[in-house]
């Protein structure tokens, strides 16, 4: 089956710092990718979704100048959390779809854990 | 917004005995979709159930669709204290996005 990685795992910064999370398609291409925050005990909220080569579409609430997404390739889409606050720790997941035809499956990586500070 | 609304919030039982869960939704969709989530881990997808497909099988798993009432339920038959998770449900909204349920925790006991 397809997989989906991202690094780091979890990661601990001060208040103030900017953190960058990756998310990669290991053995497909994903053309769209999305990134999802999940606060404790609670279900996955959609932040923004990524297609390769354009800017990604934030959804209603999600400060994009704060949650830069960038999908640079067709393997690899990045989450920079910038100037981290102690409220944005959270568990941030990414999903990777294929190309159109390829079903509608999505992707999931195992997770980021942030920790702010 | 969360569309999906999975119930129960919690379930325990005792191994060997059957799960269930359900799930409702709002919209119109073109497919839903179930994931398992083991604590602070990421999603597993589970199964895929289109808009016209009534059940589906999955080894210990049995998903229906109603969408008429939509909504939908896991059964997983014969639980093992491993299959202790949790449960989320996820449409589509007729778009690539999926939007998820609140989850149900499920506790097998051994």
Redesign the interface.
């Known amino acids: 089956g397809a997989v989906v990685s991202?690094h780091p795992s979890w990661v601990i910064c001060k208040s103030g710092t900017s953190v960058k999370i990756e998310c990669r398609s290991l053995d497909f291409q994903a053309t769209?990718m999305?990134w999802y925050r999940q606060f404790p005990k609670?279900?996955?909220?959609?932040m923004a979704?990524s297609n390769e080569g354009s800017k990604a579409t934030y959804e209603q609430g999600v400060e994009k100048d704060k949650f830069l997404i960038n999908h640079a390739s067709l393997t690899l889409s990045t989450l920079t959390v910038t100037s981290a606050h102690p409220e944005d720790s959270s568990?941030y997941?990414c999903?990777a779809?294929g190309a159109s035809g390829s079903g509608?499956?999505?992707?999931?990586?195992?997770?980021t854990?942030l920790t702010v500070l | 917004s969360q569309q999906g609304e999975e119930d129960p919030q919690a379930l325990s039982i005792q191994e060997g005995e059957n799960a269930t869960m359900n799930c409702s939704y709002k919209t119109s969709i073109n497919n839903l979709q179930w994931y398992r989530q083991n604590s602070g881990r990421g999603l597993v997808h589970l199964i895929l159930i289109r808009s016209n497909e009534r059940e589906k099988h999955s080894g210990r798993l049995r998903v229906t669709l109603d969408t008429s009432k939509k909504s939908s339920s896991l059964l997983i038959t014969a639980s093992r204290a491993a299959d202790t998770a949790s449960y989320f449900c996820a449409t589509d909204g007729g778009s690539e996005k999926l939007v998820f349920g609140k989850g149900t925790k499920l506790t097998v006991n051994p």
């Open positions: 991202q769209t999305f609670q279900s996955l909220m959609l979704t568990f997941i999903s779809r509608d499956e999505q992707f999931f990586g195992p997770g854990r």
